[in-house]
């Protein structure tokens, strides 16, 4: 799995763990795990991911404490 895709799909799953504690639900059709998030939202995620990186508004971290929901 790429950088790109890794930051994404963390950041996807810690948005959908921690929307209710921040007083927002997302909508049940949209809430799915990574795995079956559909290939133009990954695409549109991974792109925007690397954008960052390119541009070192983000940098990867370390993977030794990276967790998966999904």
Do not use: C
């Amino acid at each position: 799995m790429s950088t790109p895709e890794r930051i994404a799909q963390r950041f996807h799953e810690a948005y959908e763990d921690l929307a209710p504690s921040h007083g927002y639900e997302t909508r049940e059709a949209s809430r799915k795990p990574w795995a079956d998030v559909p290939e133009q939202n990954k695409n549109l995620m991974i792109a925007v991911v690397a954008r960052l990186l390119e541009e070192g508004v983000v940098r990867p971290g370390d993977d030794s404490k990276e967790t998966t929901n999904g």
